[in-house]
């Protein structure tokens, strides 16, 4: 069974320095999709970043990046120059197929991430 | 729409009692999943629906809850019989299409509803 570990529950950095939030997970499938998905107060799931497994290349996006490590099975992200606006909870996610043809996320139990002014 | 809406933001009940939750997916996404996340949990798949049909409910906890899709857009969850352990943000999420792997299959969310069972 496919299962996704966040074993920082919480997390604080101070504004403009950069910090990194550690993933695992298990699956025996080979082509996947990885998430980091952000949750403000407001409730609304926000996505970060994507990760496909079959791209060596970390993905990047602005101050966001991935440490994705296939063979480990790890998929830390790393937030640079962090701003108070990056408090959230963070979940990450894989993508794992339904026999039904389509995909379901298995979520993370999160790690709530506060910046500090 | 411009995203997925979902109504009630907030909705408390007491024990006992019938809710339906509303989700209106984002305009042309053919599929449409409902999640529950727990205080402190991350998100937990409950059904997902392909146009107007449950393709699987592998995720609904027991025969209290079903849901419903009867025109293949908007989305009613249906909880009979409420108890206090029901209460949780449910979140409705949609998608474009749902076959292939992703970015084609990325699943946009909405708000959440929370539910409070007192």
């Known amino acids: 069974a496919q299962t996704v570990t966040q074993s920082q529950p919480e997390m604080s950095v101070q504004e403009a320095e950069t910090v990194t939030l550690s993933c695992t997970y298990d699956t025996s499938e080979n082509n996947y999709y990885l998430f980091w998905y952000k949750q403000p107060p407001s409730r609304q799931m926000i996505l970060v970043i994507r990760q496909e497994a079959y791209k060596q290349q970390n993905a990047t996006e602005n101050r966001f990046s991935v440490n994705f490590q296939k063979a480990a099975k790890s998929f830390s992200l790393k937030i640079s120059d962090s701003q108070l606006g990056d408090t959230a909870m963070y979940f990450c996610a894989f993508m794992k197929h339904l026999p039904s043809g389509t995909y379901k996320y298995i979520f993370g139990t999160g790690t709530r991430l506060k910046v500090l002014a | 729409g411009a995203g997925v809406s979902q109504t009630p933001s907030n909705k408390v009940t007491e024990k006992g009692k019938y809710v339906e939750l509303r989700c209106d997916p984002i305009s042309g996404h053919t599929a449409l999943y409902w999640y529950r996340q727990s205080l402190g949990q991350g998100p937990e798949f409950l059904i997902y629906?392909?146009?107007?049909?449950?393709?699987?409910d592998s995720g609904l906890p027991n025969d209290r809850f079903f849901a419903v899709r009867p025109e293949g857009s908007v989305s009613t969850l249906k909880i009979q019989r409420t108890e206090r352990g029901d209460s949780a943000v449910y979140l409705c999420a949609s998608s474009f299409r749902t076959r292939g792997l992703a970015p084609y299959n990325e699943q946009f969310f909405g708000p959440g509803t929370r539910l409070t069972v007192l």
């Open positions: 629906f392909q146009g107007t049909g449950a393709a699987d």
